[in-house]
């Protein structure tokens, strides 16, 4: 019976040790608790853009390879010594200007001897043709003697043909590129001389999804962004489209032609282009910025412009999704999710949170452009 008594009294203190722990914790965790209630989050500093119509180039996007108007590597027609180079490698050319001279000494001795045959030739001709008419030579002769002068002309137009092929000159107007022969360089049939190409204005070659082939005709307005450059852009038109549809890309083959002053596109180099559809589009533009992007969606954050507030007054965010369009520059297209005249935040939405509250300062805003010009691109 003293041992039922002394386990009971043991249990009890126990029980009452571990009840006045209990209560000691329920105070601590309920003081807590109020104070967290009363503690107030500071607002989160913000900047601020409105969502805005506006229209928008209705443009299609390819793209393209630059390609010279008129491109060649000027080659020899006939083997030959070379003895004169006569253009200097880089250079702007004329048509018919002398680029190179192979030696024709030869020929040029040929040639007198055949312009004598051809002279003796016509004499005894005119000869022919009086004593023909007095009637002392027959037509046979006659028909000879003719026969003999052709022949001499002949021979002569041949051999200045030969020393046309071998003096090499421009076909068109161009640039030049490397020289790739020297003087005294023995020039086989087919051997490349140098590179000509014409490039201003330039040719850019790109293609098009064959869906859009009802709206592309010749005229069109182009406008292609080199890479290559610090150009913005460089505007052109449509000159051609292919009559067929390529069978394995199911594309349209189209060219374009654009201004190359001071020739800083260069055959080979490649560009994005826009063709210039003829009627721009109404789009609502947020900076690009302001979209938090996520596995589960695109969503920014709107300011009610003070409808909603915190307890201390000031404006609370709502996250809101939205469904993207088109990206130019530092914009972004919003086709569905937000309406004109809202304010989203424009930076550093990954710091923020739905129903936070915040301040405005538009003075840490950046400027927004819809063509920006880093300075280290």
Known sequence: MKMYLRVLIAVGGVLLVLGGMGAVKGLQIGALIARSESLVTAPQTVTVATARMTRWDNTLSAVGSLEAVQGMLVSAEMSGKVDQIAFEAGTQVKAGELLLQQDVSEERAALRAANSRARLAGKELQRAKLLNNENVVT????????????????????????????????????????????????LEPGQAIVSLQSIDPIFVNFKLPQQHIHHLETGLGVRAYPTATKDDHISGRITALNPDVDPDTRSLQVQAILANTGERLRPGMFVRVSVLMPEPEPVLIIPITAVLHAPYGDSVFILDGGAAASDQGSPVLRQTFVRLGEKRGDFVAVLDGLQSGEAVVSTGVFRLRNGMPVTIDNRLSPDFELTPQPENA
Request: hydrophobic letters at 40%; zero cysteines; charged letters at 40%.
């Open 139 to 186: 037509e046979s002769v006659l028909d000879e003697k003719e026969a003999e002068y052709e022949q001499a002309v002949a021979e002569r137009e041949r051999i200045n043909a030969i020393i046309a092929k071998k003096t090499i000159r421009a076909p068109f107007a161009g640039r030049l590129g490397i020289r790739l022969v020297d003087k005294g360089q023995v």
